[in-house]
């Protein structure tokens, strides 16, 4: 197997350190990984990274698709509940990082256009969205060790991917002043060899 994406490219960490807390050996293609270009939608008619390519070339896109396969290859640390109302909160968790991901990626590329075709509005729309997944992670984070409970999961590796991406791409974004509970969850996932070992 081996696997599409950039070295920055927040949604394809998450998919690295998934595969570092599974023990499991993939390689990463970087050269391969251009999104939009002809050899990624080769294997992602989306043209989108991180897309997983498989021994017999199928492909698998997007992260949560492929997150979710990796978790059933090795019983090594489970990440996702295996059913009911608790594997639903886990992935509701994913879903409200990957959302908060989704309008910083929003605003990367409106921040990219030419200054008379830029929104404004839209770019604020964005980082309202931003804005308001921090305050309902960290409300709904609390006190907890982690986001479910006391076993570190995959809603963690999301929540903990945004946060990093945010210091890396949105410098000028103060998160940690109003969200005490993120900054805690924050540290002890930095610590963790899975986060060491893919900083961008
Ligand atoms: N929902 C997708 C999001 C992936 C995504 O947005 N990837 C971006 C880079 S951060 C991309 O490849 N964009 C290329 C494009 O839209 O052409 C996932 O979780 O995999």
Same mark, same amino acid.
């Given at each position: 197997m081996k696997l599409l994406g950039s070295l920055n490219n927040p949604f394809v960490r998450k998919v690295r350190i998934v595969l570092a807390e599974k023990k499991l050996n993939v390689q990463l293609d970087v050269e391969e990984a251009v999104p939009g270009t002809l050899s990624v939608r080769t294997h992602n008619p989306l043209g989108k990274t991180p897309c997983l390519v498989m021994e017999d070339d199928a492909s698998l896109y997007d992260s949560r698709v492929i997150v979710e396969y990796l978790d059933t290859l090795s019983p090594v640390g489970r990440l996702?509940?295996?059913?009911? +109302?608790?594997?639903?909160?886990?992935?509701?968790?994913?879903?409200?990082?990957?959302?908060?991901?989704?309008?910083?990626?929003?605003i990367l590329a409106e921040r990219k256009r030419p200054d008379a075709q830029r929104s404004r509005d839209l770019i604020a729309a964005q980082f309202e969205t931003v804005h308001a997944a921090l305050a309902a992670m960290d409300q709904q984070l609390g006190e907890q060790l982690f986001c479910m409970g006391?076993? %570190?999961?995959?809603? =963690?590796? !999301?929540?903990?991917?945004? @946060?990093?991406?945010? =210091?890396? =791409? %949105?410098?000028?974004?103060?998160?940690?002043?109003?969200?005490?509970?993120?900054? +805690? @969850?924050?540290?002890?996932?930095? !610590?963790?060899?899975? %986060? !060491?070992?893919?900083?961008?």
């Open positions: 996702i509940p295996p059913s009911g +109302r608790e594997r639903a909160a886990a992935k509701g968790w994913e879903a409200l990082a990957d959302g908060l991901l989704d309008a910083c990626v929003a006391v076993n %570190f999961s995959l809603a =963690d590796i !999301a929540v903990g991917c945004a @946060l990093c991406h945010l =210091d890396s =791409d %949105f410098q000028e974004l103060d998160w940690r002043t109003a969200h005490a509970n993120l900054v +805690r @969850l924050h540290e002890k996932l930095l !610590a963790r060899p899975s %986060f !060491a070992d893919t900083q961008p």
